[in-house]
């Protein structure tokens, strides 16, 4: 069948992308679902910096590719072997597939599935399929972004790629799940396991990290205090019911920080603005025998230099979170149960929705930080 999806073509085009244009709503011709495959009408896609930074080149993924990782639609078609899945069920796309079968998937950690990492950095599905080509003569193969491709009114997906969801939740918030709220939410549960009374600090404060502090609330911290750069940000954070909010670029802002969570620092902080100097602050406002998490992706090169002495000595842990160390079948509905019982009030998160053929100026405000979640709405 013939698609429409936003393709980049050659990373890193210079801002602004309303002007250079690195997406290109192109017609592709989409296979049908192969055995363990699954196609999906999509009904919504978030702008996530991980998109960003495959546009940006940051993230290098192999080129032609039709972007897009966070995102929620209906099934249309099942492929073979797939008994789980009916057409008219929603799903939301997760970007990390799971084989189910890897050491780390037998250990319970889908999050580092390694056939899955595979397939994502060559662009294929976990079947190790290509199912977008260019039309026309050419028919040459157009690579999916961590599976999904979800800048595209369809998608065929294997069905590790999925999650089940309620038909009551509107698609663009059930988007929402599939990457901010896994990721902030699951860092926050999964990876640090905040526990009720405990102190928080969240800097980066983009829809991963707004959904942190959502995470941290719902958890019980009693001191959640929210640092970031843009005041708009801030003021959604205590709006949120952040306790303390922080000016990244006031000079004490580790000082401010400590001193919200409590004197002594924050039990744990989490990073999520994908800067190695963040992370560093973050790391400086962690008390001692804390745990500082980080779930940002700054450039490959980028290192953290880390006081040894305090490590040893304040007994500290520093963890990377990929997808929230979550098992998303297991914890995707959880969330989904949180938000309809009005503990993780995720709508908050949703800055608008824009029509697909606006996708690069959407890019723009994600880039300049004047957004949380824009999603490109599909209508379905």
């Known amino acids: ?193 905040v526990q009720p009374g405990e102190s928080v600090a969240v800097i980066g404060l983009g829809g991963v990290g707004l959904a942190a502090v959502l995470g941290a609330i719902a958890a019980g911290a009693t001191k959640v205090v929210a640092v970031d750069l843009s005041p708009e940000k801030l003021e959604l954070a205590k709006a949120l019911g952040a306790t303390a909010v922080v000016d990244a670029r006031a000079p004490d802002a580790v000082e401010q920080v400590r001193a919200h969570a409590g004197g002594a620092g924050a039990d744990f902080a989490f990073e999520f603005a994908g800067s190695a100097r963040a992370l560093e602050n973050a790391y400086k406002m962690t008390k001692r025998g804390g745990t500082t998490v980080t779930a940002g992706l700054p450039p490959p090169e980028a290192t953290l230099p880390v006081n040894i002495v305090s490590l040893v000595a304040e007994e500290r842990t520093v963890k990377g979170s990929y997808i929230g160390t979550c098992v998303p079948v297991r914890d995707l509905p959880r969330y989904v149960d949180l938000y309809k019982s009005g503990r993780l009030p995720v709508d908050k998160l949703m800055s608008g929705a824009i029509p697909l053929d606006e996708i690069n100026a959407g890019f723009d405000r994600l880039h300049d930080g004047s957004v949380v979640r824009l999603v490109v709405d599909f209508g379905g």
């Open 1 to 193: 069948m013939k698609i429409k999806a936003a393709v980049l073509r050659q990373m890193g085009a210079e801002h602004p992308y309303a002007k250079s244009e690195p997406l290109k709503i192109e017609e592709l011709e989409l296979d049908r679902p192969g055995a363990g495959e699954v196609l999906v009408k999509i009904g919504a896609a978030g702008l996530c910096h991980s998109d960003l930074s495959v546009i940006n080149g940051s993230r290098p993924r192999p080129m032609p590719m039709a972007i897009g990782h966070e995102a929620a639609g209906t099934v249309v078609e099942v492929g073979a072997g797939v008994e789980d899945l009916v057409p008219g069920d929603h799903v939301v796309m997760v970007f990390m597939p799971s084989c189910g079968h890897c050491l780390p998937c037998a250990e319970g950690r889908p999050a580092l599935c390694e056939p899955g990492a595979v397939a994502n950095g060559k662009g294929r599905l976990l079947t190790g399929a290509i199912r977008l080509h260019m039309c026309g003569h050419d028919h040459s193969d157009v690579h999916h972004h961590l599976g999904c491709s979800a800048f595209a009114d369809h998608a065929v997906v294997s069905r590790r790629s999925l999650v089940k969801i309620d038909r009551d939740i509107p698609l663009p918030i059930a988007a929402l799940f599939g990457c901010a709220v896994l990721t902030g939410v699951g860092a926050v549960i999964n990876t640090a396991r």
